[in-house]
C-alpha cells in the first residue's frame, strides 16, 4: 500500500481555527457545500476532520455523517468517501470512523471542486476540514 508523505489541509480558516462551514440536515444529508475551487494539484489520498464551528453547546449525543466528494459543481458531485462521528452528552467529539482515508486519484484537470456535506440528528452548523496527499 503506498503511503502519503505530506498532507494539506483545504478549507481551513487558520485566522478562525476551523474548517469550512457546513449545515446538516436533521435525519437527511444537507447540501454539498464548496470546499475547494479550483483544484490545482492531482490528489491520491482523502480524510476528513470535523468540529463545532462555533457551537459552544453540543448538549445531546449523537452521529454525524461527514461525506467528501469531488465534481463540477455542488449540482454533481461523486462521493468519494464518508466517515462518522460521535458528539456526546459531554460536548465531546469523536471520531472518525473509520480512521483510514480513502485512496480515490483525481487528476486537476479533469476535476473542479471538493466538497461535503453532512448527515446528522442536527441541524446547527458544524465545520469541515478536508485533508488531501498527492
Known amino acids: 500500500m503506498e503511503v502519503p508523505t505530506l498532507w494539506e489541509g483545504l478549507g ?10 457546513v449545515t ?8 454539498w457545500t ?15 476532520g470535523y468540529g ?3 457551537d459552544t453547546t453540543i448538549a445531546t449525543g449523537g452521529t454525524t455523517v461527514v ?4 465534481g463540477d459543481t455542488s449540482a454533481a458531485v461523486t462521493t468519494i468517501g464518508e466517515w462518522l462521528f460521535y458528539s456526546g452528552q459531554t460536548e465531546i467529539i469523536t ?3 473509520p480512521s483510514e482515508p480513502v485512496y480515490w486519484p483525481i487528476n486537476a484537470d479533469t476535476v473542479n471542486g471538493v466538497f461535503a456535506r453532512l448527515a446528522s440528528f442536527e441541524t446547527e452548523v458544524r465545520d469541515v476540514a478536508v485533508y488531501a496527499a498527492e
Open 12 to 21: 481551513i480558516s487558520t485566522a478562525a481555527s476551523q474548517g469550512t462551514n
Open 24 to 31: 446538516p440536515a436533521s435525519g437527511s444529508f444537507g447540501s
Open 34 to 48: 464548496t470546499i475547494l475551487d479550483p483544484i490545482t494539484k492531482d490528489y491520491k489520498w482523502w480524510h476528513v
Open 52 to 54: 463545532a464551528s462555533t
Open 67 to 70: 461525506q467528501i466528494g469531488i
Open 95 to 97: 471520531g472518525p470512523f
